[in-house]
């Protein structure tokens, strides 16, 4: 979130998309409501389903699944058509001014960008997705946006093919409920009024989900929308801590952070510094990431302690480095979906599954067990057994014809305790990183997570000990300072992610100063030095526990400005904001867009309001000349034109999901995302196509009622929805002779599942490129073990092995399936 | 959140006005069924707080909805409806379902167990399970449908608006567990001010006939709603105009008081024959003398 959840009753107009707030954020959408209570907010809903938010919201637009890009461009079309931006916003918080290499282009008729290699069906030459640039490396700018190759006239251009009729045509809504949605999100492009945009899976499980991302974020950036009170582009996370594994390096392309994993062909600290340290793109430019030797060094302080010195790069030999796939010559992919796809070729002897079901996750379980079935061993720690833990078992392993004895994994399940059994921290989606406390013991044997990763590695570390091995020196230099080694308490934990002085740190402009003395904790980033003085975890986290304390205890109900900032309520990484990027809350003199909502504010030669996201002591003149508001980025503005750091493009293009029940009507030869992840390496890599019937468009989700796959054990969440259930429009049941409460089976390509049908109102057909087309969605919570109805209602089995090009996420929403009564 | 003490107003069956009676403040729960999002935490509150264990293998509903009525063990149910409306605009109405609080309570009216039902003084209406003897004439004397059987221990009962929490001065489960403030819980002129100020919202957003329900006919509920369609509360699974039944009243009512007068006159009537003609003697032909 660029925002948090408390902020949301600042807004005008809520838009939920891509996301089903009140059914998977139940509790965060009371700030909804009280935005519509307190402020007439409008709640907006656009969705496959007419869902629990629908039934609450003020307008509903039924679209069709995996086609949110068309609708998002038709928004930007028509805010552009009608003059409703903030022009000074996107003159000196947006990239609009900037000029874009000649020889950027975009076939319109064959829908790919220049450097496309038809014959490679890849960019081969993304060089002209950049800026032009002067002789001192700036980018040229054109403050007037009149230049033909400003980012603006581009913007104007590319999305001009979005009229409403189109996006109609597209999305199977009707014109008049798009420009009604149109008409009330783009009303808050004037000063006073901002939007918020909720969005969660329903967006990131797409093909082209992180261009869905952008073509939301530059509507708000239009809007003028984004570091203002009630505005943002919001991502609503699915699990309570799924934030704090993000920051904290969960991902296989980066380390705690946000930090660039080490890759083989960086093989010195310097290199390493070189390739991933950007330079300004702007004369004034902060370009934060300048700092990267100080965030990376003093996190190798953390890793290896000691054994990090000046004089061996600080341990950067030691650190993990992504290595080279010899094919590509690109560092290798690890990411989910890859996992699998290497395990199930053989390249994987164990897994160690913590906290996660795969079986069930999917993308298509079959593949998931037919990878699983080849390993040596497997660990898996969880709270109960998973379908993971127990995929050797008959009525798993014969979806993949297979036989117990064919499976020669061994398999490890560890309880593990669960969330209310240990203490430790939650970071919000609103990144507000709250401490919680422990309510009871766990059960039995059940142990908490540090322990059980503790355990793990003192007894690996004492095997290298004894026995030596290929390359011992990362495990035994590891800085395993706790006190309780075998299990070290999270207050420890959380101490040494914010970091801490090693020796007494001297003031950077007056050496006879003193900044922090060893041993103080860090309170600011730029107290962190890259010569080895400070040791921290994860740099974005400095402030959470300073010399005053564990600040994610902080339970403070105050909020003095009634904006809901709650600044002594836990700690809300960065600085503690509460809203990022929160410059733009203010034009280009330092005056508040909306007096009545000021988040900060120029006053008697500093900033005040919120932590600001800008130089401290910046005039607000500054913006006009190169320092932006946008610190992280080397442009210092925000990237309306993305220069060449996504896969699939500088804009966002609408792309059909790779099945699809109609063909692209804006360029049907390329007609999916032409660099989306197709695996093809096994029989389970398998796309259907409506010529073999597969013709209904289905979608997954989750419900209200369940958590994932573990309330399938809790008996009154097994009350609340005890079944696996397909929903199906009224008017699809009757065609196929369904009626409510039928048995159906569900086929795709790549499997089948049966369940009852629940024929609704709720999603009915839409017309699309002149032919009728049918949807129908299933909940995802179901499986083969736990209480309840289970019978192998997994909606994963049906799930396609197709990824989005930037982040890997598996396309679970939009898929082809075929319908039958059971 | 008022601190009320149970006083009793009235109890089932009693043939003596209720004891210790004093002024309490009437409490109430208002249900704004606008902002309610189904997410059914009220309904495994009550559960839970009540100790119900709950129906894993409950049927197929065909819909969102829990459990297809209510139930012994289950007290409280969100109704989920699908509703087309005639300018083509589609509702999905998530409606709280559970006993009303009846100011004129049909089922105490109607329960001939002493002390199974109580009315408090503020309003509540409770079952107390050890005096109830399962003969099922709360059932048919409630309006609202609410109260249910429990075939295992044969005896009947219903939400208590959470009774032994009201009396602690907490709220009842529902209400703490709801996240959008779709339930609130006060004293009822503070909650019908609170709910006729989401009835005005609710106009200018485009429902022109959202209006209270505090159906008179029950003399009023200690539970009321806020519906966006008031002219229609039979979408929301309410009855559209909820009255305590006639037979119900005139057998509770002058039924009751001409029973008691045909008791009371005939025993008048021989008491006042004693003292006119003295006692009745046998006359000789019939001692067989």
Same mark, same amino acid.
């Given at each position: ?28 959408? /009371?700030?909804?409501? &009280? ?97 032009? /640039? ?115 390096? +969960? ?96 390249? +994987? ?36 057994? @998973? ?37 430790? @921290? ?131 109900? &105050? ?18 904001? /509460? ?73 966002? &293009?609408?792309?059909?999901?790779? &099945? ?82 039928? +048995?159906? /089976? ?31 969605? +299933? ?21 396609? @092995? ?21 | ?67 297809? !009525? ?14 087309? $409306?005639?300018?083509? $605009? ?35 209406? !409770? ?36 009774? !032994? ?32 100020? $989401? ?5 200018? $957003? ?7 329900? !505090? ?75």
């Amino acid at each position: 979130m660029t925002n948090g959840w408390t902020d949301i009753a600042n807004a005008d107009v809520i838009v939920a998309m891509g996301g089903n707030p009140a059914e998977n954020h139940p509790v965060g959408f /009371r700030f909804v409501m &009280e935005a519509k209570r307190k402020r007439n907010a409008k709640l907006v809903c656009v969705d496959p389903r007419f869902n629990r938010t629908a039934a609450v919201a003020d307008h509903f637009v039924q679209i069709r699944t995996g086609t949110d890009i068309a609708f998002l461009n038709g928004l930007i079309h028509y805010a552009l058509q009608n003059g409703r931006y903030n022009e000074e916003y996107i003159k000196y918080y947006t990239n609009a001014p900037f000029i874009v290499k000649e020889g950027y282009e975009f076939d319109e008729k064959e829908g790919v960008f220049s450097g496309w290699d038809e014959s490679k069906k890849t960019y081969g030459d993304k060089s002209t997705w950049d800026y032009e /640039r002067d002789d001192q490396g700036y980018v040229k700018v054109d403050l007037t946006l009149q230049h033909p190759r400003c980012v603006f006239q581009l913007m104007k251009k590319f999305f001009a093919r979005y009229t409403p009729e189109v996006v109609a045509q597209i999305c199977g809504c009707s014109k008049e409920d798009f420009l009604k949605a149109a008409d009330i999100i783009t009303s808050t492009y004037v000063p006073a009024k901002a939007a918020t945009f909720l969005y969660a899976l329903g967006w990131t499980h797409h093909s082209h989900s992180v261009q869905l991302i952008h073509a939301a974020a530059m509507l708000q950036l239009l809007l003028g929308n984004v570091g203002v009170a009630g505005g943002g582009v919001n991502a609503l996370r699915g699990h309570a801590n799924i934030q704090g594994g993000t920051d904290c390096g +969960m991902a296989y392309h980066n380390t705690a952070g946000y930090i660039p994993i080490p890759k083989a062909a960086n093989q010195s600290l310097k290199e390493y510094l070189e390739a991933h340290t950007p330079k300004p793109l702007r004369p004034n430019s902060m370009n934060f990431w300048q700092n990267l030797d100080r965030f990376f060094v003093s996190q190798l302080k953390a890793f290896y302690g000691d054994h990090a010195t000046k004089d061996n790069d600080f341990g950067y030999h030691l650190h993990p480095k992504l290595p080279e796939d010899p094919q590509t010559g690109k560092p290798e992919n690890w990411s989910w979906a890859f996992i699998f796809d290497a395990m199930h070729q053989g390249k +994987m002897e164990g897994f160690i599954s913590f906290g996660m079901n795969p079986v069930n996750n999917g993308p298509h379980s079959r593949k998931v067990i037919a990878a699983l079935a080849k390993l040596k061993w497997l660990v898996v720690v969880e709270t109960f057994q @998973t379908e993971t833990a127990a995929f050797w078992k008959p009525d798993i392993l014969k979806l993949v014809g297979l036989k117990p004895e064919d499976v020669q994994t061994e398999v490890f399940l560890l309880p593990a305790a669960n969330f209310a059994e240990k203490d430790g @921290t939650f970071t919000n989606s609103g990144r507000w990183i709250q401490w919680k406390w422990k309510a009871i013991d766990p059960p039995g044997e059940a142990k908490p997570d540090q322990e059980i990763i503790a355990r793990l590695f003192l007894k690996v570390r004492e095997l290298y000990q004894k026995e030596g091995g290929k390359f011992p020196d990362p495990v035994l230099a590891l800085n395993w300072w706790y006190t309780n080694p075998a299990n070290p308490s999270l207050e420890e934990v959380l101490k040494e992610i914010n970091g801490w002085a090693l020796t007494d740190v001297p003031d950077e402009k007056d050496p006879t100063k003193v900044v922090l003395k060893a041993g103080d904790q860090l309170s600011a980033f730029l107290q962190l030095r890259a010569d080895g003085s400070t040791l921290s975890g994860n740099w974005l986290y400095i402030g959470v526990y300073t010399n005053a304390g564990n600040l994610a205890k902080r339970r403070s109900t &105050e909020d003095p400005t009634g904006l809901g900032f709650f600044h002594n309520w836990s700690f809300n990484w960065p600085a503690n904001r /509460r809203i990022m990027y929160n410059r733009c809350s203010a034009d280009a003199q330092g005056r508040p867009w909306d007096p009545n909502r000021p988040v900060i504010a120029w006053r008697n030669g500093k900033w005040v309001g919120d932590v600001p996201d800008y130089k401290a002591d910046a005039p607000p003149e500054a913006v006009t000349t190169g320092l932006g508001p946008f610190i992280m980025l080397p442009e210092g503005v925000a990237r309306l034109f993305v220069p060449g750091q996504f896969a699939d493009g500088p804009f966002p &293009e609408f792309y059909e999901p790779l &099945e699809s029940p109609v063909k692209n009507v804006l360029h049907p030869s390329h007609s999916s995302n032409p660099v989306a992840v197709v695996f093809q390496t096994t029989q389970y890599d398998k796309l259907g196509t409506p010529d073999e019937g597969y013709d209904i468009a289905c979608t997954t989700y989750r419900l209200t009622e369940h958590f994932h796959y573990w309330t399938k054990n809790n008996p009154y969440n097994v009350q609340l929805q005890n079944e696996f259930f397909v929903e199906i429009p009224e008017e699809l049941a009757q065609k196929k002779g369904i009626r409510n409460g039928d +048995m159906v /089976r569900v086929i795709s390509a790549r499997g089948e599942v049966r369940g009852r049908a629940m024929v609704t109102k709720r999603i009915r057909p839409m017309v699309v490129n002149g032919r009728t087309v049918y949807q129908i969605g +299933m909940p995802i919570h179901w499986g083969f073990l736990g209480r309840g109805k289970q019978e192998g209602g997994l909606a994963n089995i049906l799930t396609p @092995t197709v990824l989005d090009p930037n982040s890997f996420a598996p396309e679970y929403k939009g898929f082809l399936v075929k319908l039958e009564k059971a | 959140m008022p601190t009320v003490s149970l006083e009793v107003k009235a109890i089932s069956a009693a043939t003596t006005p209720a004891p210790g009676m004093k002024e309490a403040p009437r409490v109430a729960k208002l249900i704004d069924v606008s902002s309610c999002i189904g997410c059914k935490a009220c309904e495994v509150a009550c559960q839970e707080w009540n100790d119900l264990p709950p129906s894993v293998d409950r049927p197929f509903t065909g819909s969102y909805q829990t459990m297809p !009525d209510l139930s012994w063990n289950f007290w409280q149910l969100i109704k989920f409806n699908e509703i087309l $409306r005639g300018d083509g $605009r589609l509702e999905w109405t998530m409606t709280k379902y559970q006993c009303m609080h009846c100011a004129d309570p049909g089922c105490l009216r109607a329960c001939p167990a002493p002390g199974a039902i109580v009315q408090y003084a503020n309003g509540i209406v !409770d079952f107390v399970q050890e005096n109830c003897i399962g003969c099922g004439y709360c059932i048919t004397g409630c309006p609202f449908d609410v109260p249910r059987l429990n075939p295992q221990t044969g005896r009947v009962s219903k939400c208590t608006l959470c009774s !032994d929490r009201v009396a602690a001065g907490l709220e009842p489960a529902c209400i703490k567990a709801c996240p959008t403030n779709c339930l609130s819980f006060g004293t009822k002129e503070k909650l019908l001010l609170i709910a006729h100020q $989401r009835v005005e919202q609710l106009k200018e $957003r485009g429902f022109p006939n959202a209006g209270v329900y !505090d159906p008179p006919g029950v003399g009023g509920t200690h539970v009321i709603y806020v519906l966006p369609h008031a002219d229609r509360p039979e979408d929301y699974g309410l009855p559209k105009d909820p009255k305590v039944s006639w037979t119900l009243k005139l057998w509770k009512g002058p039924l009751k008081w001409l029973g008691h007068l045909i008791v009371f006159g005939g025993i008048l009537g021989a008491f006042v024959h004693y003292l006119r003609f003295g006692p009745h003697r046998a006359r000789e032909e019939d001692t067989g003398k």
